[in-house]
């Protein structure tokens, strides 16, 4: 599976963006997709994930929640999945990456197989 990322940019604070990652591959309805991102000097985080069939879903749970704000979907018609994000904050600057594993959800990076090349989103305050 490749997966390519894009729809990052440059947003003031309270904005939206719509993250897409579309995938290669015929066996893409078969994985989990999540997102995850990376600040400048930090870890990468989980974001959310999305399972096979679109009826689970994760979001992260640290401190700036992105529940509430952040949507995530998939089409598996079109192997691409997305990330709806509204009220955007400067915390939520990061470069954000897609990834995807066979079998059911996971919030942890190293349980991915497949990793896109990431996308950057600036949020200014």
């Known amino acids: 599976v490749q997966l390519q990322a894009s729809g990052g940019g440059l947003v003031q604070a309270g904005g939206s963006l719509r993250l897409s990652c579309a995938a290669s591959?015929?066996?893409?309805?078969?994985?989990?997709l999540g997102w995850f991102r990376q600040a400048p000097g930090k870890e990468r985080e989980f974001v959310s994930a999305i399972s096979w069939g679109g009826r689970h879903i994760y979001y992260a749970d640290y401190g700036t929640s992105v529940e509430g704000r952040f949507t995530i979907s998939r089409d598996n018609a079109k192997n691409t999945v997305y990330l709806q994000m509204n009220s955007l904050k400067p915390e939520d600057t990061a470069v954000y990456y897609c990834?995807?594993?066979?079998?059911?959800?996971?919030?942890?990076?190293?349980?991915?197989?497949?990793w896109g090349q990431g996308t950057q989103v600036t949020v200014s305050s």
């Open positions: 990834a995807a594993r066979r079998g059911g959800n996971s919030r942890s990076l190293h349980d991915y197989d497949y």
């Open positions: 591959g015929q066996t893409f309805s078969t994985y989990a």
